[in-house]
């Protein structure tokens, strides 16, 4: 399936406002992934799927992540689920079998410890695209061009106070990768006395 075709199937899929953000996190992906070394092409279709499934209904999730073996865990959010389910049936849908790809619509919401560039790349599309609207959106935006790891570092945190403030359970392999950011972000820079954030 051409890039294309792949815009097409999506935009059928979703509604008019959810497609405009899939529209930023392509853009938005394409530019981090040029920025940082990262494969635009791929970066650019994780993004068109990662949303895919934005849109069903929480029974259809449910039901379609028992059926996919989808791990246990992510059955208590089920938020978390629509890009695992996309990731698994993009072989299908899109003739897409690029692990790396897979794996960055499959944990674009919640993060992962140890995540690749890509991931990081379309996570944080995903969070700084021009349609988002939250306090924090223009530094992250900025530190987004120069440190990735710092970015995704400062993003787990906005999204970690958001869910407190909203009383809302945290997945806990977000608070997981968090932690591990952190202490990667912070190693790299132990060196520099002047390192401050805020
Ligand atoms: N780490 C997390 N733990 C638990 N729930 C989360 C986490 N991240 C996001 N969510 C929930 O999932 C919802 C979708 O996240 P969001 O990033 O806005 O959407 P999308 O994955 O479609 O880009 C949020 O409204 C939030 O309630």
């Known amino acids: 399936m051409t890039e294309d075709m792949i815009r097409e199937r999506v935009k059928a899929e979703l509604k008019e406002k959810r497609f405009r953000h899939v529209e930023g996190v392509v853009q938005t992906a394409d530019r981090l992934a040029r920025i940082h070394g990262a494969n635009p092409e791929h970066a650019r279709l994780a993004a068109w799927i990662h949303d ?4 069903w209904p929480k029974e259809k999730l449910v039901q379609t992540a028992k059926d996919m073996n989808i791990e246990e865990q992510y059955f208590e ?23 790396d790809v897979l794996n960055a619509a499959r944990f674009h919401t919640s993060g992962r410890t140890n995540m690749s560039l890509l991931e990081k790349v379309v ?7 021009p349609g988002r609207k939250y306090p924090a959106v223009e530094e992250i935006r900025k530190v987004a061009e120069e440190d990735l790891d710092l970015a995704l ?24 990768a968090r932690n591990g950011i952190w202490r990667k ?5 132990s060196e520099q006395a002047s390192f401050d954030i805020k």
């Open 153 to 176: 570092a400062l993003s787990f945190d906005n999204t970690i106070e958001y869910l407190i403030q909203r009383r809302e359970p945290i997945f806990p392999l977000t608070v997981i």
């Open 77 to 99: 959010m089920p938020e978390l689920l629509h890009g695992h389910i996309a990731a698994g049936l993009a072989p299908q849908e899109f003739g897409i079998t690029d692990e």
């Open 185 to 189: 972000v912070k190693e790299s820079r």
């Open 52 to 55: 895919f499934c934005r849109q």
């Open 123 to 129: 996570y944080l599309a995903d969070a700084i695209e």
